[in-house]
């Protein structure tokens, strides 16, 4: 076995997709995972630009994030969506490493490891709808109680000074706090 088969074996058994790729988007290689993910055989995705696989909403900002790979800064993490072939869009999460630059330090050639997270970010936003929605039950809890509390003390059913007591009590509260 040559050397480029073992180190294709051992690419191929990685979970990570890998995709190496030109600064024009050209795919120069792709490993099985990656391959699985596009629903397409490795041989057939190297020459095609790996743009088409990005949803255009995410261009530009893939491009900024990729335009910060300097030769003394080569590797990036980030977050974006991925378009497979059967048009399901699914988030992932890449680290690039630039490894070839021009003379003026623009990275040329590039390499990205990246893993499947859209199960993590549907459970976030799923977690971040639980919580408005708490929020939201916790704050209608809380001004009907003080509602209550209020008609008590200014009902005449608190002795003497129970409503300034309240009225202090309340303003120490404040808000409920929310997360944005």
Not at 43 to 60: K, M, Q, Y
Not at 113 to 140: F, P, Q, S, W, Y
Request: hydrophobic share 40%; proline share 4%.
């Amino acid at each position: 076995m040559s050397d480029i088969e073992i180190l294709r074996d051992i690419l191929d058994a990685q979970l990570e997709m890998v995709c190496r790729f030109t600064a024009d988007g050209t795919i120069l290689f792709a490993n099985a995972a990656y391959a699985r993910m596009m629903q397409s055989p490795p041989e057939r995705l190297t020459g095609r630009n790996l743009w088409v696989f990005i949803p255009e909403s995410e261009h530009a900002a893939i491009r900024a994030e990729l335009a910060q790979l300097t030769p003394d800064n080569p590797a990036r993490t980030i977050e974006n969506r991925l378009e497979v072939a059967d048009g399901t869009v699914r988030w992932t999460l890449w680290r690039n490493h630039a490894l070839a630059f021009d003379d003026q330090g623009r990275w040329q050639v590039a390499q990205s490891t990246g893993i499947d997270i859209t199960e993590r970010k549907t459970l976030e936003d799923r977690l971040r709808l639980m919580v408005e929605e708490l929020n939201h039950r916790v704050k209608n809890t809380l001004m009907v109680v003080q509602a209550m509390a209020w008609q008590i003390v200014s009902g005449g059913a608190c002795p003497g000074r129970c409503g300034g007591e309240f009225q202090r009590a309340a303003a120490c509260a404040g808000p409920l706090p929310t997360r944005s």
